[in-house]
C-alpha cells in the first residue's frame, strides 16, 4: 500500500509559480511511475506530466515548456514545479503512483490538491 498526500495548491495569480509536492508514505516510491494529473468540473481527469521508475518524462502537450516534474526517491517525493500558469490550469491536481506486477497493474492516488489561477 502506498499512501500519497498532495500539498502546495493555491491561488496564484496568470503568470505566477506554483510547486506541488506529493508525499508518499507505506512504501518506497521509487519503483512506481509517478504522475499528476488534473480535473475540471465537468471533464475527465487528465494527464498533466508522468516520471517513470528510471527518469522517462512525458507532459501533456497544454504544459510543456511551462511544467517540470521531479522526483527525489530519497524523500519519497514526487513535485511538478508550474511556472507561467493560465487560468486554464486551475483544476484539481491528483497524484498517482502506479507499477505493473507480473501482469498485475497496481495504482495508488492522492486527495488532491486545488489549484485555482485567477487575477
Known amino acids: 500500500q502506498v499512501q500519497l498526500v498532495e500539498s502546495g495548491g493555491g491561488l496564484v495569480q496568470p503568470g505566477g509559480s506554483l510547486r506541488l509536492s506529493c508525499a508518499a508514505s507505506g512504501s518506497s516510491i521509487s519503483i512506481y511511475g509517478m504522475g499528476w494529473y488534473r480535473r475540471t468540473p465537468g471533464k475527465a481527469r487528465e494527464l498533466v506530466a508522468r516520471?517513470?521508475?528510471?527518469?522517462?518524462?512525458n507532459y501533456a502537450d497544454s504544459v510543456k515548456g511551462r511544467f517540470t516534474i521531479s522526483r527525489d526517491n530519497a524523500k519519497n517525493t514526487v513535485y511538478l514545479q508550474m511556472d507561467s500558469l493560465k487560468p486554464e490550469d486551475t483544476a484539481a491536481y491528483y497524484c498517482?503512483?502506479?507499477?505493473?506486477?507480473?501482469?498485475?497493474?497496481?495504482?495508488?492516488w492522492g486527495q488532491g490538491t486545488q489549484v485555482t489561477v485567477s487575477s
Open positions: 516520471i517513470t521508475s528510471s527518469g522517462d518524462i
Open positions: 498517482k503512483a502506479d507499477r505493473s506486477n507480473y501482469g498485475n497493474y497496481i495504482f495508488y
